[in-house]
């Protein structure tokens, strides 16, 4: 199907929620094709927004069947949408991947203030995103073949995302308002 686009994408421990915007034409099909798409989750459920994108909700992920294939064999593991920030990791292997995601980041670095984007990578130094490391905007960066370096940048990570959902949580709303 053509003409579809991820809105936004909210996943937290127990589902997953993705907007799709896609032409009035196409919305029915789309629909039907989401509906019988259950080897993707336990449980799969279609709605619409109010601003009438179709929206999916995934519960029980089957982390092998998202894309076809194995999470360690996609060139783009995860995008993440979280209250208006993006989070998105590329396998390293996957050269343009990794290019297409340095292009990401340029673009919003050259496009936000530092104080507006804060930047945590974990690429090789070599490597299109590791090039990047020099941005003001860079919070922390770390090369993804060292554990010792990588794992507090990802723990810090996990942590904040997990404050997100439990502030959303209490106030009642799928995600946090908090743009920091």
């Known amino acids: 199907m053509t003409d579809v686009q991820v809105v936004t994408v909210d996943a937290g421990r127990t589902h997953s929620d993705v907007a799709l915007a896609t032409p009035l034409a196409n919305r029915s099909r789309l629909e039907t094709t989401l509906r019988a798409a259950t080897d993707l989750a336990g449980r799969v459920t279609v709605t619409r927004s109010r601003e009438q994108d179709v929206v999916v909700r995934l519960e029980g992920v089957r982390r092998e ?106 106030s009642g709303t799928s995600g946090s308002g908090d743009r920091s």
């Open 65 to 170: 069947a998202i894309g076809g294939l194995a999470a360690d064999a996609s060139p783009v593991l995860l995008c993440l949408g979280l209250s208006g920030h993006v989070l998105v990791a590329g396998h390293p292997e996957t050269v343009d991947a990794q290019e297409h995601l340095a292009a990401l980041v340029a673009t919003l670095a050259g496009q936000c203030a530092p104080t507006d984007l804060r930047l945590y990578t974990l690429s090789t130094p070599e490597g299109p995103l590791g090039l990047l490391a020099r941005l003001p905007h860079q919070r922390a960066t770390a090369d993804p073949r060292s554990s010792a370096a990588s794992r507090p940048i990802l723990a810090s990570l996990r942590v904040e995302i997990e404050r997100r959902q439990q502030a959303g949580l209490a």
